[in-house]
């Protein structure tokens, strides 16, 4: 569908169209920039022009109220062990499931994939209640542990598709020279799955960086382990129409992932299209 | 020989898949039963001792009108980001895989309101209608921008859709170029040495290469659509009126606001035999429309 071409009028026109476009697309970011540097007067007097004396009083505040660096490393903690855990559990499962594919492998890949299509809201009432009873509300771990079960089915979808592709003959010749079954696995299988570990990464990163229902339902009790959306929320619900903060402490919060973003965003979209493609 | 060669079997079994599978089990496949198991009952979430109600709690499920209400504004929402997201992201497919100059950034540009959580688009996009939209209507007239966002059923409504397809158009709109990326130059070439204008390239031969990804597109945008719920919170808290309350901001009312955890929960077995018989039929149906390439 790719068009040939070469740079002609009509492209240029289709080029400024898609520019202004992008410009209309991202005006809301405009709004909170512009205001979070304003007074609150000045934001009612005009919320659309740009501040007449810059301020960065509302970021001090709202990073003391937010408690700004503990929900970030909450959040960080959470996204980095989860993300290593389920990449690490879920190749392991993929690959046994691809190579020993018993009847009960079989069942139990097709439960994986089956249980794709749960929505959250149908389990969160009934997880709540054994979560509490195995000891898992109120602790980061008990957190990290919720998303290994979540993040398992789509995890181990992407990676059995890919263990699929890899073939045999390399792990037996592992095997002529010696490996053991994690040798073999560790030494050889990873490596070769290092694309899929990258759009694995990013697509869990993504989730789990931006949840808030599970966090606020394991988590939510306790205000030492808000994560980022969790103190957002919390912050919002008491200021309340004070712009002024709110627009410091939304911009603070959305900061991170956005560099996250920028900074791998060539991963990110290659990762997307690949997964949702497979997905 | 043989039994340390089973033993090693079952070694191998339990390090490799046992990790995953314990939790899987744990975290969803016991909660999935246990919830068919609470919605015959009237588990209130304190309760040591929880009855069999039966029926009771789908027999009030039928006639609670606020669930209604939350079912209709959940068909009417999803219908409406389905066709406004992939039109929009669809149109923006074809724009961006022109040869312009600057595609590569204005595809990471559309992009990034899906990086941001649903929850903090809610509250950014409070600021926008409440305020932005007014200095705008203020400084151009148009009536659009003056229409008081988020006050009234209507403007909440709209309001969701609009920051909704804005945050998935961008999603949607890299799945279609890739497979738009996918469409072989020479079939194109083909049809137009037979003189096919735009509309027929695109009618006869575009679309139906492509349709893995519009089956991709509508199965995603759908399910999220009907599955909203950190959006619906942040932004309307289902307000006014409860005239916007998604279906899965009602379960979570019904259970953890009004403490009818039993209630909830048939309400939530309902949700999930919809999303999952909606989910199949949407993916079978536009399967058998997809030509092998």
Partial sequence: METGRKYSARTLLLEVIAVLLALLFLVPFYFVIVNSLKKFADILKNSASLPKTVTFDNFTRAWEILEFPKAFTNSLVITILANVLLALFCSMAAYRLVRHPSRFNNIVFMAFVAAMVIPFQSIMIPLVRVAANLGLTGNLPGLIICYLGFGASLTIFLFHGFVKSVPVEVEEAGIMDGCSPFGVFFRIVVPLLKPMIVTVFILNTLWIWNDFLLPLLIVGGNAELRTIPLATNAFFSQYTKQWDLALAGLLMGIAPIIVFFLALQKHIIAGIAAGAVKG | ?293
């Fill in chain 2, 1 to 293: 020989m043989a039994g340390r060669k089973r033993w090693m079997n079952l070694l191998m079994q339990s390090v490799f898949l046992g990790p995953s599978l314990l939790f899987f089990v744990v975290i969803v496949v016991i909660p999935f039963f246990l919830g068919m198991y609470y919605s015959f009952t009237d588990w209130n979430g304190v309760a040591v001792t929880v009855n069999w109600v039966g029926t009771r709690n789908f027999v009030a499920m039928f006639s609670d009108t606020k669930f209604w209400v939350s079912f209709w504004f959940t068909i009417r929402f999803t219908l409406a980001v389905v066709i406004l997201t992939n039109v929009i992201a669809f149109l923006l497919a074809l724009l961006l895989v022109q040869p312009l100059k600057m595609r590569n950034l204005l595809r990471t540009l559309f992009f990034i309101p899906n990086v941001i959580g649903g929850l903090l688009l809610g509250f950014i996009w409070q600021f926008i209608f409440i305020r932005g939209f007014a200095a705008v209507g203020k400084a151009t007239g148009i009536g659009f921008f003056n229409l008081e966002w988020l006050g009234t059923e209507a403007t909440g409504f709209w309001g969701i859709v609009i920051v909704f397809v804005w945050q998935a158009a961008g999603y949607m709109m890299i799945i279609y170029i890739a497979g738009l990326m996918n469409v072989d130059r020479s079939l194109i070439e083909a049809a137009e040495i037979d003189g096919a204008g735009y509309g027929q390239k695109l009618r006869f031969i575009t679309f139906p290469l492509i349709m893995p990804a519009i089956t991709v597109c509508l199965f995603l945008s759908m399910s999220n659509a009907f599955k909203m719920f950190d959006l619906n919170l942040s932004l309307t808290r289902g307000g006014p009126f409860g005239s916007t309350e998604s279906l899965a901001l009602n379960i979570y009312t019904e259970a953890f606001t009004n403490s009818n955890y039993g209630l909830g929960t048939a309400k939530a077995l309902l949700f999930f035999v919809i999303v999952a018989a909606v989910s199949s039929l949407q993916v079978w149906f536009t399967k058998r429309r997809e030509v092998q390439s």
